[in-house]
């Protein structure tokens, strides 16, 4: 293909990634802007094939069949509870392939710059690799999610990393491809240490930094082998990761250092699965029905719960039943409710919950004094008052939607289990509070029920 040809749709498709991260940044244009990425790559690929003599065609062709079907039915019966699980296995595949790549192509250059790219990669790849892999353990349950350290563990951190800077120097001046597997394993150990310590709700910020990673190393890996166009979408994907990883971790009030390195102080987020045995308020789903059927406004606070059970579709019909009620409705959204940005947002929309519905946290968190009923399904930490009131928690100063403002709350909840943070929530001992145990979905249900039968 014509060189001019090639820069040109290099450029078409470096315009739709853009566009993509433009689209994907709010719920009513995500689908799109999801299609002009796919559309981007599809471009990108198909000009790689018509622009460069490559060798082995049938290996190529044979990675992408058996890549692909594998990919595309396990991207359709993935459940919305599991996209952050998703996310990683696809991120940790991106951070492998880029550090693959850089460990092919050193034997091909004496370059000292691009042996340094390649170092970069290599090393960045590896940690994103194995880093992603522990988070899709944690996420999964295959592992335990509470922080994993042991005596020594900051002293094996910094003897790995600093193994590891010796080990790029020596590939840098030599090229042995030896010294390459070493920097290798020494970055597969290094990912493995990074995400241990981290538990609980960080898990999903851990994953946004590791994509950031992965997107650096795939424009490290662009400039191994002189591909413009690797070197443009790996920046975006390296710029855009770290902007969410900071906004994740605003969010919840913490800093990224914090995150990571919380564990090796007790900072960390402890994962308990202790049930409280402290008294509440509990009650029927048809007690819950008169309580929402006769509230001129009930806000929904829906979390992970909601998703576990699949309930978001009963949420809207419930939604729509108090309408026709004359009852205002909305739902009120934590920027990390469900386990990553978008993800409750998504999910409501799936059940056609009008968007003008779903409102930000600051934009509602002032309205929650007006609110007859606050139903808070499936979450816990983000409506914990003790980010604002107990400096010793782990949550201190995580914004929070503040439901303990409303006239009645009600929880749905399963149990008396903490959240991922691993505290006691003290809103559910509250006079105003009331609890109904269940499953979200069945509980949901039979307060739909009620409320059509009054």
């Known amino acids: 293909m014509n060189p001019t040809w090639t820069a040109l749709l290099y450029l078409g498709a470096a315009v739709c990634f853009i566009l993509a991260l433009k689209g994907l940044s709010s719920p009513k244009t995500a689908r799109r802007g999801n299609l002009i990425g796919a559309f981007g790559a599809l471009v990108a690929v198909l000009t790689v094939f018509l622009s460069v003599k490559l060798d082995n065609i049938p290996w190529i062709l044979g990675a992408i069949v058996v890549g692909s079907g594998i990919a595309a039915p396990v991207a359709r ?12 296995l696809f991120n940790g595949v991106g951070g492998g392939a880029a550090a693959l790549v850089a460990l092919l192509e050193l034997p091909h250059t004496e370059d000292p710059w691009v042996r340094l790219a390649i170092v970069f990669t290599l090393l ?18 295959i592992m335990t999610t509470r922080p994993v350290t042991f005596p020594g563990l ?7 990393l600093l193994a590891a800077v010796a080990a790029g120097v020596v590939v840098i001046a030599s090229g042995a491809p030896g010294w390459a597997w070493v920097l290798l394993l020494l970055g597969l150990v290094a990912g493995v240490l990074l995400v241990l310590p981290v538990g609980g709700a960080d898990v999903p910020i851990v994953i946004s930094l590791l994509n950031a990673f992965t997107g650096l190393a795939v424009a490290a890996s662009g400039l191994v082998l002189g591909n413009v ?19 994740m971790a605003a969010a919840m009030g913490r800093s990224v250092a914090g995150i990571l390195f919380g564990a090796f102080k007790g900072g960390s987020t402890a994962g308990s699965t202790a049930v409280s045995e402290r008294p509440v308020r509990s009650s029927s789903a048809e007690d819950v029905a008169v309580l929402l059927g006769y509230a001129q406004r009930v806000i929904i606070v829906p979390g992970y719960g909601l998703a576990v059970a699949q309930g978001q579709h009963t949420a809207a019909e419930l939604a729509l039943a108090l309408e026709s009620r004359g009852t205002e409705v909305d739902f009120a959204i934590h ?12 999910l409501l929309a799936e059940a056609n919950v009008p968007y003008e519905s779903l409102k930000e946290m600051g934009d509602i968190n002032s309205e929650f004094k007006t609110a007859d009923v606050a139903l808070v399904v499936g979450a816990n930490d ?10 010793g928690s782990p949550i201190y100063g995580m914004p929070i939607l503040e439901v303990a403002d409303a006239r009645q709350v009600v929880f749905l909840k399963r149990s008396m289990r903490p959240g991922f943070a691993g505290i006691e929530n003290d809103l559910l001992y509250e006079p105003q509070t009331t609890l109904l145990f269940g499953d979200a979905k069945d509980s ?7 409320v059509k039968a009054l």
């Open 229 to 247: 166009l690797l070197v443009v979408a790996g920046t975006l994907v390296g710029a855009s990761g770290t902007i969410l990883t900071r906004a």
């Open 382 to 391: 983000v409506v914990n008052p003790a980010a604002k009131t107990t400096s």
């Open 154 to 160: 900051p002293v094996l951190m910094a003897v790995v």
């Open 124 to 141: 960045v790849g590896a940690v994103s690799f194995a880093g992603s892999a522990v988070t899709f353990g944690k996420l999964q349950g």
């Open 444 to 450: 949901l249900t039979k307060v739909l029920g009620a």
């Open 335 to 346: 920027p990390v409710a469900g386990r990553m940005p978008g993800h409750m947002n998504v």
């Open 77 to 88: 019966r993935v459940q919305m509870t599991q996209m952050p699980q998703l996310v990683a």
